[in-house]
């Protein structure tokens, strides 16, 4: 059989197998559940789609299916390895506990980080000409990215701490609207769109991602099975619409938001125009010919082992990651890579825009023993997230911060190790702002509650 007929096997079994677990462990669900899910998810329907629209033909099958194999095996160890935490880990993990918790938030507070949010971002527009995301390095010249790719790194800092804190708005927003009723389910349904208006600006997954919790919490909260046979009708007859969203998206997404005022190219739309593009698939067919799949990184690196073109690193690849995340206020010298080129670069392969996941990262830095290296990096996520939610529970605002912006790292499948690190960064990035608001406004709050009962006794 060709590559091709082999991934679009594998990547429906992966899928399948997704589904069949998802729908077992349902009632159960925890936050480890939802990571397998949207691996089996985005990532074997990735698959699937990159063997129909491109030829494969120059990929040695046994070696493309080895890389699925590998992914699923690894979903396999890292699902029976949760199963050995203690129970008091695994409570705070389950998905109807955490949306129990984030119903708490105060509306005020939703509000609060929406408008903090908006005003960053409308700040570095008006600053640097962009919303700043991590495709705002992207601009139609040359030219132009020379000019706008130099950011403080505040900005930088803020703006990473930002793309979390939007999935926590949406999170929490999420849940307020399934408990709302009236005109408050307006309010809350126009805030939501307001928040994915934001989650567009970082790309089409990112709205992927906000989908997938999003149809994840409805599904919780109303009682019903997500993985029926009714649901799967329902998300096929959603594909025109969300190939419909793409076609539009890929067309227009830099005409406004990410190139300064004076430098876009912007061209009139008229209706015509706009129901052309959303109708012809051309450019996400094109979009999706010409970008490289996940499993492919994958599939190059596990190749130049195979042929032992080059060993594994072991630990090599996670120490430059840890340098680059480093200030260079307090290591002047360092020299920063990118850590997809960083790694290409051991095996020999060319400079290019690879598709960044931590499958093929930590393949790259320790070989096959990436089936046990990676689940143990996630465990290690989960249980800290489990003593992070049981520490904040008489703090609701902490407890949705440091279980959004975990969640959201889990969603991105499209990850690496930086983004790990970044994640910590913002926890105690977050933590630090908390405390030293607690510190600076608790004689505020105390005094006031010392002189009401001296008021009361006055009287």
């Known amino acids: 059989m060709s590559s091709d007929t082999i991934l679009v096997i594998f990547s429906l079994l992966m899928v399948g197998l997704g589904i069949v677990f998802g729908r077992l462990r349902w009632w159960r669900l925890d936050v480890v559940d939802v990571y397998i899910l949207m691996v089996a998810v985005f990532f074997g329907i990735y698959t699937f789609v990159d063997a129909l629209v491109k030829d494969h033909s120059w990929s040695d099958?046994?070696?493309a299916a080895s890389v699925i194999a590998l992914v699923i095996a690894t979903l396999m160890v890292l699902w029976l390895g949760s199963r050995l935490l203690p129970p008091q880990i695994k409570e705070p993990l389950r998905v109807r506990y955490l949306i129990t918790q984030w119903e708490r938030i105060d509306s005020r507070f939703i509000l609060?980080?929406?408008?903090?949010?908006?005003?960053?971002e409308l700040y570095t527009?008006?600053?640097?000409?962009?919303?700043?995301?991590?495709d705002t390095f992207v601009t139609p010249t040359e030219e132009t990215k020379r000019e706008l790719a130099v950011f403080p790194y505040w900005v930088t800092?803020?703006?990473?701490?930002?793309i979390a804190l939007n999935f926590c708005?949406?999170?929490?927003?999420?849940?307020?609207?399934?408990?709302?009723?009236?005109?408050?389910?307006?309010?809350?349904?126009?805030?939501l769109v307001l928040i994915l208006l934001f989650a567009t600006f970082l790309g089409r997954r990112n709205v992927f991602y906000y989908m997938f919790i999003f149809i994840l919490i409805w599904h919780l909260v109303k009682g019903r099975n997500l993985f029926t046979l009714r649901t799967t009708y329902l998300l096929l007859l959603a594909v025109p619409v969300l190939l419909v969203f793409s076609n539009i998206y890929q067309t227009y997404r830099y005409h406004e938001v990410h190139i300064a005022p004076g430098l876009t190219n912007n061209v009139p739309i008229d209706v015509a125009e706009f129901v052309s593009v959303g109708t012809s698939a051309e450019v996400t067919y094109s979009n999706l010919e010409n970008r490289m799949a996940m499993?492919?990184?994958?599939?190059?690196?596990?190749?130049?082992?195979?042929?032992?073109?080059?060993q594994p690193p072991y630990g090599i690849i996670i120490w430059q990651d840890l340098q680059n995340t480093i200030p260079k206020v307090l290591w002047p010298h360092k020299v920063p890579y990118n850590i997809d080129l960083f790694t290409a670069d051991r095996y020999g392969l060319p400079a290019y825009d690879y598709p960044t996941n931590n499958f093929a990262t930590v393949q790259g830095d320790f070989g096959y023993l990436s089936?046990?290296?990676?689940?143990?990096?996630?465990l290690f996520v989960f249980t800290s997230l489990a003593v992070l939610v049981q520490v904040t529970r008489r703090y609701p605002v902490l407890l949705l911060l440091f279980s959004g912006m975990t969640l959201y790292?889990?969603?991105?499948i499209e990850s690496d190790y930086h983004y790990l690190v970044l994640l910590y960064r913002n926890i105690i990035l977050v933590a630090i702002v908390f405390l030293t608001l607690q510190i600076l406004l608790y004689p505020l709050f105390s005094r006031q509650h010392i002189s009401e009962p001296a008021a009361r006794h006055g009287r």
């Not at 089936?371 to 996630?378: G, K, T």
């Not at 790292?409 to 991105?412: E, G, P, S, T, V």
């Open 157 to 162: 800092s803020i703006a990473a701490l930002t």
């Open 169 to 191: 708005a949406f999170v929490a927003a999420t849940t307020k609207l399934f408990a709302s009723t009236g005109k408050e389910y307006v309010y809350w349904l126009l805030l």
């Open 371 to 378: 089936v046990i290296v990676l689940p143990i990096q996630l």
């Open 409 to 412: 790292y889990l969603l991105a």
């Open 112 to 120: 609060l980080l929406v408008g903090l949010m908006l005003i960053f």
């Open 295 to 310: 499993w492919e990184f994958s599939y190059l690196i596990l190749e130049k082992q195979q042929h032992n073109f080059a």
């Open 125 to 134: 527009y008006q600053q640097f000409g962009v919303f700043v995301s991590h």
């Open 61 to 63: 099958p046994a070696l």
